[in-house]
């Protein structure tokens, strides 16, 4: 069994792929022959055609390996580096006899949560106006917010979202989730199913948006559910920009509904200069980073390992994606 890594479509000292990572897989399939290529070009000139490849496989021209995937006779399963897989073409590999996909899902749970909690910290504890008021010195005191017996309603309920709410109990909240089966969930007092989307939204006092970038979840938040919100709720968007349509939400801040909002993700992306959203003092902006950690790399490879076992006795693997259902 050959396994093939592909490790330059992401730059930065936490995305480096080294041995110490080939060796993680080595440990998992021990009789497996395991290459290291900075290309697919690299690979089909080598002669290699795997049994499994491991790659970045998200959007954004980060995934240049399907027409590769789609001419190797062996392969058998792809391993994507990070919980995003939307950079395949899901029709052509569902077509491939015999192909799995499985992403890196459970990796983000952590910092992206830590991220969350800052931002609602942030504008709880109004720090950006003590920042201010260290700029010039001023002794002006005045009375935050508390999170403590505040509504947080999540939409998208995957393994992030079980660490947001997770902490989130920790500091006295509420905690709502709007999932598409109903089943009694780890830290959250309610879960709704997504045909009472609309009430979870109303019902928020913050709003953290974790769902995928799918064709059904294009636009979920727009005008008509930005009107639906509490006035002075406070909106978070950690999943994919495209499930917010942005003017609406620009219009929602300018307007004085919402109190505020922080963004990791956008669309567009990246923000381009100009943007009413860069200048907003009620506004927060993160550059897509709230995966970011210097463990990614060694939980990407963690969460590959742990497929292994399921993925050699046949059976499906614990992160791994419908081809037809896109998720």
Not at 83 to 98: F, I, N, Q, R, W
Request: charged share 20%; hydrophobic share 45%.
């Amino acid at each position: 069994m050959t396994v093939a890594i592909l490790y330059t479509k992401k730059t930065g000292l936490q995305f480096e792929v080294g041995q110490q990572h080939a060796d993680i897989v080595r440990a998992a399939l021990p009789d497996a022959t395991v290459v290291m290529a900075e290309t697919p070009e690299e690979l089909a000139a080598r002669g290699i055609d795997p049994d499994i490849l491991i790659a970045w496989v998200t959007g954004g021209g980060h995934f240049t390996a399907e027409e590769y995937c789609l001419s190797c006779k062996n392969l058998k399963w792809i391993h994507g580096l990070s919980a995003g897989v939307e950079g395949v073409t899901y029709s052509a590999l569902a077509d491939k006899p015999g192909l799995h996909l499985t992403n890196a899902k459970g990796i983000h749970g952590i910092p992206i949560s830590e991220h969350v909690l800052g931002f609602m910290l942030y504008h709880a504890r109004a720090l950006g106006r003590i920042r201010e008021n260290m700029k010039t010195e001023a002794w002006n005191r005045f009375v935050p917010q508390e999170l403590y017996g505040h509504t947080l309603t999540i939409l998208g309920m995957g393994s992030i979202a079980s660490a947001v709410a997770k902490r989130a109990k920790a500091f006295g909240m509420t905690v709502l989730g709007v999932k598409r089966t109903v089943v009694p969930l780890e830290n959250v007092d309610e879960v709704l199913p997504e045909t009472k989307m609309d009430e979870a939204i109303a019902r928020a006092d913050y709003l953290v948006m974790l769902l995928p970038a799918t064709p059904e979840t294009q636009g979920t938040m727009d005008r008509r559910r930005f009107a639906l919100m509490k006035d002075g709720a406070f909106f978070i968007n950690v999943g994919r920009g495209q499930t917010v349509d942005t003017d609406a939400l620009v219009e929602a801040l300018q307007s004085g509904k919402l109190s505020g909002a922080a963004l990791d993700a956008v669309a567009p992306e990246p923000l381009p200069a100009g943007h009413p959203l860069w200048t907003m003092d009620n506004v927060i902006v993160s550059p897509h980073m709230s995966a970011e950690t210097p463990r990614y790399m060694e939980r990407a490879f963690g969460v590959f390992a742990d497929n292994v076992p399921y993925f050699l006795k046949g059976e499906k693997m614990p992160t791994e994606i419908d081809l037809k259902k896109k998720y």
